[in-house]
């Protein structure tokens, strides 16, 4: 009885310390409420680890508990904690948050002498199931998984070599870019064959997709405009995809051509895909005949059939949808009003959108009617050749990504250095689907297709305007 009295003192002293810590921040300007109640004032590394502010106190057990989960390692079956084996027997990496540190996003290597860390490689054969998903590829699934427990072969190894692109502004200000090229060796079970269509997929930020998810697809539907009827050249469409879960066809929201419906499914795919982990949605491994050590190895299911049990799943979902957005900084600064004002002249806005309104979240109500600034529409955009994959996935073509939201761009660097950036240290925020670009003004030199107009609307703007429009990409 003690130890449950104690607990909840510690609960709601956290909860009153974090609520004080915003109301002492917390500036008067709404713009800087990125996520709208679910903002908090924190520009350290753990900006996008805070619980939602909004959050009761009767559920941060739960996200305690999905916090725990997220940043456990899991291990080989059967080991003496049953609740946390089955790790593989092919993965990519041991939790959650080896690839999203600190809920941020990955980088991509600097040499081809080093592992992906926290960026893998997607793999799919040409053509589609009966789903519309992605076909795995006949040997080894849809992605390369680089590890593998003790007595099983990991598939092979992948790794990056970068191209030097460089170029020059209109003005003459030189830049430079560049172009990964993938290279895969050390195959297991066989070569991959000409055919098999490759992806780099950088591991995103996992803070404020709950309230993505809250967004009414009304909403994101009135921002779509397929056929470019309005003839701005931007032709935003949605990505319909496979709802595990109702076994029917829903709005696609998350992964880098929206090709998951929920933070649930997006979650349990991950599980199994990257760490081995089998879960009621996805219970099964799908190994090829050729990985016969896998097929053999023991796993962690306890005899329910699966080793991440619904209530593990809950817990873990409901961490990553109550997780908060850190507030957007120094809105008043005139350098930053200035580039608010290019973003949306440059055409920017159309597809990043800027503000945005949450509907009723039908299990999370603190996630309800908030009015964000994430910056994104959620749909589809053909970005050009220069960024294609030629990957198709359910609706989204080879050329297509899902706009990416914007918020804490910024604090990047801050979160995955655990701190600021040293002297000796180069910037990289490991911007892009591949995380190609290593500054903001690197990504946007990538945009192509539907944003060749904003492209060369920044190309040909001053050295004073573009340095105010990535002053204020920062601000965010």
């Not at 990125?34 to 939602?52: E, I, P, R, Y």
Request: aromatic share 6%; hydrophobic share 35%; with cysteine.
């Amino acid at each position: 009885m003690l130890i449950k009295f104690f607990r909840a003192i510690g609960i709601m002293a956290l909860t009153l310390l974090s609520a004080a810590t915003v109301a002492d921040d917390a500036p008067r300007d709404e713009r800087a409420l990125s996520g709208g109640a679910l903002t908090v004032f924190d520009q350290t590394s753990k900006a996008f680890g805070q619980h939602a502010p909004n959050l009761p106190i009767r559920e941060l057990r739960n996200f305690t508990s999905g916090n725990r989960l997220f940043n456990t390692n899991w291990v080989t079956a059967p080991a003496s904690v049953k609740s946390l084996d089955g790790l593989g027997p092919l993965f990519n990496r041991v939790s959650c948050s080896a690839c999203h540190t600190r809920d941020g996003r990955g980088i991509a290597p600097e040499g081809s002498d080093e592992p992906l860390m926290s960026i893998l490689l997607r793999l799919s054969a040409p053509g589609e199931t009966p789903d519309s998903d992605p076909v795995p590829h006949s040997v080894y699934g849809g992605q390369l998984n680089d590890r593998a427990i003790l007595g099983v072969k990991p598939e092979g190894r992948a790794s990056i070599t970068w191209h030097k692109i460089e170029g020059q502004y209109p003005d003459g200000a030189p830049y430079e870019l560049r172009r990964p090229e993938i290279n895969v060796v050390d195959l297991a079970y066989g070569p991959l064959g000409e055919n098999t269509l490759t992806s780099l997929r950088v591991a995103p930020a996992v803070f404020g997709v709950g309230l993505l998810e809250a967004i009414d697809e009304s909403t994101i539907l009135a921002l779509a405009d397929p056929n470019d009827a309005d003839g701005d050249g931007i032709s935003g469409r949605p990505n319909y995809v496979h709802d595990v879960t109702n076994d029917k066809t829903a709005l696609g929201r998350f992964g880098w051509k929206a090709n998951q419906p929920s933070v649930r499914q997006q979650s349990a795919g991950a599980a199994l895909g990257d760490v081995g982990i089998t879960t009621s949605m996805f219970p099964d491994h799908g190994f090829s005949k050729p990985q016969v050590e896998a097929q053999n190895a023991p796993t962690g299911d306890d005899g329910i059939g699966y080793e991440m049990t619904n209530k593990q799943l809950d817990k873990m979902t409901f961490y990553m949808q109550t997780l908060a957005v850190p507030a957007r900084r120094n809105v008043n600064d005139p350098t930053i009003r200035r580039g608010e004002e290019l973003f949306a002249e440059m055409q920017c806005a159309k597809c990043h959108t800027p503000s945005i309104t949450t509907g009723v979240h039908p299990t999370v109500p603190v996630l309800s009617n908030q009015k964000l600034q994430p910056f994104t529409d959620l749909l589809l955009h053909d970005m050009g050749e220069e960024l294609a994959d030629y990957r198709p996935d359910f609706l989204a073509t080879g050329t297509e990504w899902r706009t990416p939201p914007l918020w804490g761009i910024g604090l990047n660097e801050i979160v995955r250095l655990n701190g600021p950036r040293r002297k000796d240290q180069k910037e990289n925020l490991g911007l892009m689907h591949d995380g190609r670009a290593k500054t903001i003004e690197e990504a946007i030199l990538w945009h192509g297709g539907e944003a060749e107009n904003a492209l060369d609307a920044f190309k040909q703007s001053d050295v004073k305007d573009r340095a105010a429009l990535i002053a204020f990409l920062y601000s965010l």
